[in-house]
Every structure is written in C-alpha cells, then in structure tokens.
C-alpha cells in the first residue's frame, strides 16, 4: 500500500489566495483526519471525518477554512482567503474504526507557506 | 477538557542507554492511547497503540506502559542507537470515535 498520499508538498503562496490541499487515505480506511502543526501550538486537529461525513469539525479554526469528503479515496482541505497565519504543515491521516484499527497513519503532510 | 503533557520536552543520551519517555493526562477515562515517532520534516508515523483494557505493548526495543489510574504512559527504549533520535509524541483517544489529543512531544537525540 501507498500509504496516505498528500499534495502538494510544499506550497507558497501570497496572501488573499485560495490554497486546496488533498489527502488520499490508505485504500479500506473509514476514518480521515486532517490536523495542523505549528511550534506554537504543536499539533491540533482541524476535522475528522468517518465513513466521508464530517464527525467534529470544532478545530477548524474559522469560516476560511472547509473540507469535504466527496468519496471514500479523497478529501480536500480549502483555505479561502489564506492568511500568513495560516502558515503551518497540514496532515492528513486515516484509519479504520475499532480495535487495532484505531492507529492512525498519517501522511507526509503539506508545508504551507503564506506571504 | 484532556490534556496531554510530556516530560522532558527534550533529551539527549548516548548510545546505548536505556531511556523512559512520559506522558502524563488529566482524564483517566480513556479509549486508548498511542505514541508516534517524528523524524524531521516527516509525518507521524504510529509506533505502539495500547487499549484501555491493557496494561503494555512491545515491538521489538520499545515497550509502552499505560497506568490510567495515575494517568500516566511510559515509553521504554532499549539499547538506544542514533537512529532512534526524533520526535516522540503521545496521543490519547477518550472515547472510540473521538479525536486523538496529542502531547507536545519529546525531542530525542542520541549520540554516537
């Protein structure tokens, strides 16, 4: 298996534009996570979603951000109109639900950059 | 509301030598508990999860211990090498379909 499969890897980009991030959970998982990393606040959880309905989506930090889940293999992350910010690494991560199944794998991550 | 602490935010041991990681949380009514590696620049990757109803998990030099009662987890490194140096973070779970509450993790460098 691939793994969890995120892009792009890196972006930069300037304030007032729109930045989308994907995520493609490991092939069989129920369950993504998207989280964000800064070193001020470590690591947070933005949204989670399990069976492509968002379940808690209280970390998403205002309406700037969304995601959706249109179909089992993809997710995307908008941030409209991004902000410097915003300026973090974004995770995706999957699982399936219960038991062993709860590890969570996650992805390479995007470094979003916001000037 | 859980949070997650870990002690010490930084470590640095030669080769070698057996180490103990921390991970402390404030609810003792937990689903599970997992700890992470992070190398630099990477993701998470998932090193051991252990069950509520569990006491302890190994593979292969790692063991994790989990002690709700104190709140407490332990990670246990054995025979460290310099390839274990990296970020170790603890994650908790409070119920089975709640989020992961991460620790602000311990970065672990060993030294040839």
């Known amino acids: 298996d691939a793994g969890v499969i995120q892009s792009p890897r890196h972006e930069v980009t300037e304030m007032g534009q729109e930045v989308t991030l994907r995520c493609k959970p490991i092939s069989g998982h129920n369950s993504l996570f998207w989280y964000r990393q800064t070193m001020m606040r470590g690591l947070e959880l933005l949204i989670y979603f399990n069976n492509n309905v968002p379940i808690d989506d209280s970390g998403m930090p205002e309406d700037r951000f969304s995601a959706k889940m249109p179909n089992a293999s993809f997710s995307t992350l908008k941030i409209q109109p991004s902000e410097p910010r915003d300026s973090a690494v974004y995770f995706c991560?999957?699982?399936?639900?219960?038991?062993?199944?709860?590890?969570?794998?996650f992805g390479p991550g995007t470094r979003l950059t916001v000037l | 509301k859980q949070e997650v602490t870990q002690i010490p935010a930084a470590l640095s041991v030669p080769e070698g030598e057996n180490l103990v990681l921390n991970c402390s949380f404030t609810?003792?009514?937990?689903?599970?508990l997992q700890w992470f590696r992070q190398d630099p620049g990477k993701g998470l990757t998932s090193l051991l999860l252990i069950q509520s109803s569990q006491r302890e998990q190994t593979s292969g030099r790692l063991n994790a211990s989990l002690d709700k009662s104190s709140g407490r987890s332990t990670l246990y490194i054995a025979a460290s090498q310099p390839g274990d140096s990296a970020t170790y973070l603890c994650a908790d779970k409070e119920t089975s379909g709640s989020r992961l509450t991460f620790g602000e993790g311990t970065q672990l460098t060993v030294n040839p």
């Open positions: 609810d003792s009514a937990i689903y599970n």
């Open positions: 991560a999957s699982s399936s639900s219960g038991g062993q199944g709860d590890t969570q794998y």
